[in-house]
């Protein structure tokens, strides 16, 4: 069985990725199953999408747990545990990552058994949701790495599930599949099938038992306030909201009540964006009436920092 997992940020199409993926290996002939996995948290945060494949039935469920191919459409993901991107990877795994860097350098900084490979990023670009037909060369270096699913299946599959949009922004996913589908051509079949874990030869996992707390310590409801501090839902952001001081007009009630995570903090009748935890949904900008609130990179915040240090 096939076991791929794609990583991305919400607005770079993984969901649509593992669609188009799990359409070409049933062009194929495979039995399928493919599925994405994400909360509430709007464009940027960390997503990903599963697909399995095989020439029999499909018993598994759930999560990939133990994958054969993980394709990484944004290598900020790889260091946000919340991603979860190195989970389960071995001397078994191929770990395709979209990145500047070199394969070489991924793998001093990872330390892992998986084999690692590069798609290349040509174009700068600062606002990484909104990289151009990155789902579609995700899914067209896939293919080729997986050598079971020819050209001719993959445009298929893209035709199929965006068919509900224009003609030319098909065309143009068909070109960026094709682009990195022949880019992977020396690495074809690098990526082998798993055997499935019979019940027979199953190894449980350490279970760790927990002593019996009090309901106000082990209940799910959340008693009191700044119970998620420490989750700084903020490394997920590609975009920064920034307040222009000068333009405020302090109508402090229209933006903070309109941020979806209470990350509008007032002070003195003041609104001040608490950055750990925007996730940068941008829904300030758009709701501030005097436009005091403008949206930056967080490449380009972080040049701005450095320059002030």
Not at 213 to 240: C, N, Q, Y
């Amino acid at each position: 069985m096939y076991r791929i997992r794609f990583h991305g940020r919400g607005g770079q199409g993984m969901k649509t990725a593992s669609r188009i993926l799990g359409s070409a290996f049933f062009h194929q002939g495979y039995e399928v199953q493919d599925a994405p996995r994400y909360g509430a948290e709007r464009r940027g945060a960390p997503i990903f999408a599963f697909v399995r494949a095989d020439n029999k039935s499909i018993d598994e469920r759930g999560v990939i747990t133990n994958p054969d191919l993980v394709v990484v459409a944004d290598d900020s993901l790889v260091t946000v545990p919340a991603a979860g991107v190195l989970q389960g990877l071995d001397e078994q795994t191929v770990l395709l990552i979209n990145s500047h860097e070199s394969a070489k350098t991924w793998r001093h900084r990872l330390n892992t058994r998986a084999f690692i490979l590069v798609l290349p990023i040509k174009e700068p670009i600062h606002d990484r949701a909104k990289y151009p037909y990155i789902s579609a060369a995700c899914v067209g270096a896939a293919a080729r790495l997986l050598g079971v699913i020819n050209k001719s299946a993959l445009l298929s599959a893209i035709e199929e599930e965006l068919s509900d949009l224009e003609p030319d922004k098909i065309n143009a996913n068909r070109a960026r599949a094709t682009e990195a589908f022949e880019l992977m051509a020396d690495h074809e079949n690098s990526v082998q099938q798993r055997p499935s874990v019979s019940a027979t030869d199953y190894q449980p996992p350490e279970w760790i038992t927990l002593p019996f707390e009090d309901a106000r310590i082990s209940a799910p409801t959340i008693h009191a306030g700044l119970t998620s501090v420490e989750v700084k839902t903020g490394l997920w952001r590609t975009m920064r909201p920034v307040i222009e001081y000068d333009r405020c007009n302090h109508c402090w009630w229209i933006c903070s009540n309109a941020c979806p995570d209470n990350a509008i903090n007032i002070k003195d009748n003041t609104p001040v964006i608490d950055y750990d935890h925007c996730k940068g949904c941008l829904i300030c900008v758009a709701q501030c009436p005097p436009h005091a609130i403008k949206a930056i990179a967080e490449t380009e915040a972080a040049e701005q920092t450095e320059e002030a240090i």
